[in-house]
Nanobody, 121 residues
Framework: QLVESGGGLVQPGGSLRLSCAASGFTLDYYAIGWFRQAPGKEREGVACISSDDGSTYYANSVVGRFTISRDNAKNTVYLQMNSLKPEDTALYYC????????????????WGQGTQVTVSS
């Protein structure tokens, strides 16, 4: 099970840190991805972190503003979001897949329920 937290309402330019906590399994050999879906739009990948060496990958729209990290000891992955924009408003999901690689998988097995992020003044 994956549980996201940390969402909320923030003003443009503000920051939030999302957490994705796993229970029932350890994340050590899992690649983790963060996705988002805004109303009326398709789900898009935001960032992912590999299981092997912690390589990170980002969507062009968040490069330089978002940072994904993992703490295997806490069985948790984070998404630090800075310089937030109204267009970042969406339901954010984390997903996990057993994928021992320095890359990220195309498909994910486990998904959380999502946490809402709203950027508005």
């Amino acid at each position: 099970q994956l549980v996201e937290s940390g969402g909320g309402l923030v003003q443009p330019g503000g920051s939030l840190r999302l957490s994705c906590a796993a229970s029932g399994f350890t994340l050590d050999y899992y690649a983790i991805g963060w996705f988002r879906q805004a109303p009326g739009k398709e789900r898009e990948g935001v960032a992912c972190i590999s299981s092997d060496d912690g390589s990170t990958y980002y969507a062009n729209s968040v490069v330089g503003r978002f940072t994904i990290s993992r703490d295997n000891a806490k069985n948790t992955v984070y998404l630090q979001m800075n310089s937030l924009k109204p267009e970042d408003t969406a339901l954010y999901y984390c997903a996990a897949d057993y994928f021992v690689s320095s890359r990220c998988p195309r498909e994910y097995t486990y998904w959380g329920q999502g946490t809402q992020v709203t950027v508005s003044s």
